[in-house]
């Protein structure tokens, strides 16, 4: 690692400055303690960074789980006992990652997973709203729908400008600026957002717009370093009785683990070296990062797209860039907590309403629309029984909906995948049947993931009359691979004999069964 040293430095300072507001933000939108969310992004990077197996993922505090800490330190009355469900999630990431449930992101149809991540932006957005009009819910006890209808009454011009400001510097950052230079999208803008709000903040002080007490960002200071462990709280393991600890603790575990997975899968398609991380043993670091978290008053950790974006787009090369930011982190809260606490909880709320609007983009509903039924229904049950009730209603009613989807379908086909290899052992052929669904997705990743460098594998598509689009782009995926591991692809269809295909979308796109297949 320390070989490309010269790399992974530079990517740290920027993966730092990325994560810093999402820390803070995160641990607002979660009703957490600032300092919560600081000590997830440590762990994140030092803990989980050493043992991952992921050259340049990144993990600590995710948007996605927000919905999950607020609701659990609401209904469990308690900090610290959320935090022994934190400690208990952790427990249970690493019995999935022994027991080698890294695949369990397969059994989940695409549409509840963008579904699940589609109705937590719409939640973040909500609570945040109240933020930019310097209200703070969590403060006078109000839950989201009611925060919405009564920061009206008490509306503060000063949040409300800083906000807007926010909101204007990240959106010109991400639309206007950052396609025109690479210094754009080296230096974030949700850092330039939060330090020009900062220095505005200071500059109203003492004037009708300052701002203020719950309106600001409140991370302990400490007067020597033996003080800063008064601030940490721990774990309440007398909950250990109470059953909704229980449920949490799984909450957490399978959310964390699905979004930790999905993670792992874009940020392998981003890498330049196309390395492939171990699933299973991505589960065991998450799990022991987050028992470390919750032990000492953190929030919960996954792997994280925007800072592993960040770090691919800085060059890292290797996971010190991860460790790095981690103390980065540390030395940040011992060294400038003052400086932190000027922070305006309003622009932390605009950095979120962005990231809340990156997972519940417009465009999705369309995308899922015009994908047909079998994909809009159970995404958009998901989101509204997400945003309407709670996350695990939401995932496992999205899920419920899925299956019927797979039965109505398996009514009509049958599903079945078989694969055989000639005499000549280096031609593997693979044959899919009449239906393919997205229970198919692991057994289909792992005959692909066998095949050897230097051979080649025939497909034959000639019956099947329904692919799932999950599967499509699992094969898409192997496609890419394929190349770099020397393997020729022949795929055979009513069409006619494909040789390396460059898309399998376009490429079922043209079989006459076209209605049947799920790429509309």
Not at 4 to 14: C, E, G
Not at 409 to 418: A, D, G
Request: aromatic share 10%.
């Amino acid at each position: 690692m320390f070989k490309t040293f010269k790399n992974d430095f530079p990517a740290s300072i920027v993966v730092f400055f990325v994560a810093l507001p999402l820390c803070l933000g995160i641990a607002l939108a979660s009703d957490a303690p600032p300092l919560s969310g600081l000590i997830a992004g440590i762990i994140g990077g030092v803990i989980v960074g050493t043992l991952s197996g992921s050259k340049i993922g990144v993990s600590g505090p995710a948007a996605g789980l927000a919905a999950i800490v607020a609701v659990a330190i609401a209904e469990l009355g308690s900090f610290e006992a959320f935090l022994l469900a934190v400690v208990l999630a952790g427990v249970i990431q690493i019995l999935f990652g022994v027991l080698r449930f890294g695949v369990i992101g397969y059994f989940f149809p695409n549409s509840v997973i963008v579904g699940m991540l589609t109705g937590i932006g719409i939640f973040i957005i909500l609570k945040q709203i109240p933020h930019l009009f310097g209200y703070d819910a969590a403060a006078n006890g109000d839950s989201t729908f009611v925060a919405l209808f009564n920061m009206f009454k008490s509306i503060s011009i000063g949040p409300l400008i800083i906000g807007a400001i926010g909101l204007a510097i990240i959106m010109l950052w991400d639309k206007v600026l950052g396609p025109k230079h690479k210094i754009f999208k080296l230096v974030q803008g949700p850092i330039v957002a939060v330090l020009v709000c900062t220095i505005l903040k200071l500059i109203f002080d003492n004037t009708s717009l300052e701002i203020t007490g719950s309106q600001l960002v409140r991370v302990p200071v400490a007067e020597s370093l033996s003080e800063y462990a008064g601030f940490l709280s721990f774990p309440d393991f007398s909950y250990l009785s109470n059953p909704a600890i229980y449920t949490v603790a799984f909450t957490i575990a399978l959310v964390a683990s699905l979004e930790t997975l999905l993670s792992v899968e874009a940020t392998d398609k981003l890498d330049p070296e196309k390395n492939i991380t171990p699933t299973n043993r991505e589960l065991f670091a998450q799990g022991i990062g987050n028992m470390a978290s919750g032990l000492i008053g953190g929030l919960p950790i996954t792997q994280v797209i925007v800072r592993s974006s960040a770090n691919v787009q800085s060059n890292a090369k290797s996971k010190m860039s991860a460790i790095i930011h981690g103390f980065l982190l540390l030395i940040a809260v011992i060294s400038i907590p003052i400086l932190l606490n000027h922070i305006p909880n309003a622009v932390l709320a605009s950095v979120l309403i962005i990231v809340g609007y990156k997972l519940a983009k417009p465009a999705l509903f369309k995308k899922f629309w015009d994908r047909g039924w079998t994909q809009f229904l159970p995404f958009i049950i998901t989101v509204v029984v997400i945003v309407g009730k709670d996350l695990l209603w939401g995932i496992f009613t999205g899920l419920t909906i899925g299956i019927f989807v797979v039965l109505l379908k398996s009514f009509q086909n049958s599903m079945f995948l078989h694969k055989k290899e000639s005499a000549d052992k280096h031609i593997v052929k693979m044959v899919l049947a009449e239906e393919v669904t997205f229970l198919n997705k692991a057994a289909v990743q792992q005959a692909l993931n066998d095949i050897p460098k230097d051979s080649a594998i025939e497909i034959d598509i000639r019956k099947t009359k329904y692919l799932d689009y999950d599967v499509i782009e699992i094969l898409e995926d192997f496609s890419i691979h394929a190349k770099i591991k020397n393997i020729n692809i022949v795929v055979k269809s009513e069409r006619g004999v494909f040789e390396n295909p460059t898309s399998f979308i376009d490429l079922m796109k043209l079989e006459k069964n076209e209605a049947h297949i799920a790429v509309e």
